[in-house]
Every structure is written in C-alpha cells, then in structure tokens.
C-alpha cells in the first residue's frame, strides 16, 4: 500500500479556506486518494476521493497533482464545526474482495474563532 | 437509505470479564463489515475484516475475536478482557464497488478497570 505523509496539525482562521496537504509518492496507477475526518469521539466521516481528476462536492474539494504524488484537501469557508484530525488515504486492495483502509495519524486542523 | 448501528455506545468491564460488541448494517446485502480500535491517543487500527458470513480475516493476533452470524451483522468478542483491551471500537461496512469508501458507526468506548 501507499503510504501517506501528513502535517501532525495545523491552524485555521474561521471563514478561511483550510487547505489540508498530503504526500504519496509512491503510490500506484490505480489507487485512490481518500479523505476521511474524525471529531473528537465520533467515528471517522468519509469526506471525497479521487483518482487522478479534481473533485469537488458539498464538503470539500479535492486538488491532486498532475504526477499524483501529492493532493490537497480544501475546506472553503471553515467553521468551528470542521475542528477534527483529518486523514489521507491511499485504497488498498485485498484479493478477497474487501477494501481496507489504513488510517495514518493524520493532521489535526483547529479552527480558530 | 443505509445505516450501521453500533452499541452499546460506552462500556465499563472489569479485567477478566466476557465482552460482546454488536454491529448491525440495513439497507444493503453482502456488506463488507470491519472492526476497528482506537487506543487513547493513537490511530485507527484494523482488528478484522469480512466479506461475508462466517468469513473472519484477522490483522492483528489478540485477545479478540469476531463473528459474523447474519449477513449484516459483525460482532466483536473476548472471553477475557485485558487492561490492555481499552479503547474506542468503531465497526464500519462498505459495498462491494467501494465506490464512496467507508461508512463508519458511531463507536463503543470500553474501559477495562
């Protein structure tokens, strides 16, 4: 599997863009990028993947670069309610047929009044 | 529309005592199901996996133990807990394209005393 390299935290002003980076040099032709987030106490919400094309979608926009080693994660307007560890997945795949995930550490984004 | 129910959602267990989790999924057949464990201050960790009934992969050899009796039911078990087992459980079920990633439940938070 890819592994992803992700800030331990960062800070964020409310009503700015939060814009979120996430290494992964070496991943594959075929894997996907995937966003999940994780406030305190509640399990992770699936946020927006993507595989080589940006996307976007009522919560957030997903920005990957053109050789696919790196992506950004862009919150465009946080709240006080977007205050969460944010994690960077790369898909992998079993041959059985299931999708496991592997959750790094992630980046703790706080967002400030 | 899908749903994953998980519980209890906070649990106080002495060491040495029995322990049941249950995970429930509706609104989809053939779900894959996973268990997962977050210890305090650390990452998501996968315990297991299964791509259908009575079809357990274990990732991390353990005082655990899981069983998927229905099709959209996973459950999470020991026959003796240890210190060690505390932390937050979060069960989670994707379909079979994976297509918009996992859906996770809303955790079971055990403190082994």
């Known amino acids: 599997d890819a592994k992803t390299t992700q800030p331990p935290s960062m800070d964020c002003a409310e009503g700015r863009a939060a814009n979120l980076p996430c290494n992964h040099s070496?991943?594959?032709?075929?894997?996907?990028v995937y966003w999940y987030r994780q406030i305190h106490s509640q399990g992770p919400q699936y946020i927006i993947h993507?595989?080589?094309n940006n996307e976007t979608n009522e919560m957030a926009s997903l920005i990957i670069t053109e050789d696919r080693k790196s992506s950004t994660l862009i919150l465009p307007h946080a709240t006080l309610r977007d205050t969460a560890v944010y994690y960077c997945?790369?898909?992998?795949?079993?041959?059985?047929?299931?999708?496991?995930?592997?959750f790094g550490k992630g980046t703790k984004l706080s967002v400030i009044p | 529309s899908q749903t994953i129910h998980q519980w209890p959602a906070t649990l106080v267990q002495p060491v040495g005592s029995p322990l049941s989790l249950e995970c429930t999924v509706e609104g989809t057949s053939n779900p894959n199901l996973y268990w997962y464990r977050q210890a305090a201050g650390r990452g998501l960790q996968l315990l297991f996996y299964?791509?259908?009934?009575?079809?357990i992969s274990s990732e991390v050899p353990q005082n655990l133990s899981a069983s998927r009796p229905q099709d959209r039911q996973f459950i999470l078990s020991s026959k003796k807990l240890l210190l060690s087992d505390s932390g937050f459980y979060l069960c989670?079920?994707?379909?079979?394209?994976?297509?918009?990633?996992?859906?996770f439940g809303s955790g079971t938070r055990l403190t082994v005393v």
């Open positions: 299964s791509v259908g009934i009575g079809q």
């Open positions: 989670a079920w994707t379909g079979t394209l994976f297509n918009y990633g996992y859906t």
């Open positions: 070496t991943i594959s032709g075929n894997e996907y």
């Open positions: 997945i790369v898909r992998a795949f079993s041959g059985a047929g299931s999708y496991q995930l592997t």
């Open positions: 993507g595989l080589k």
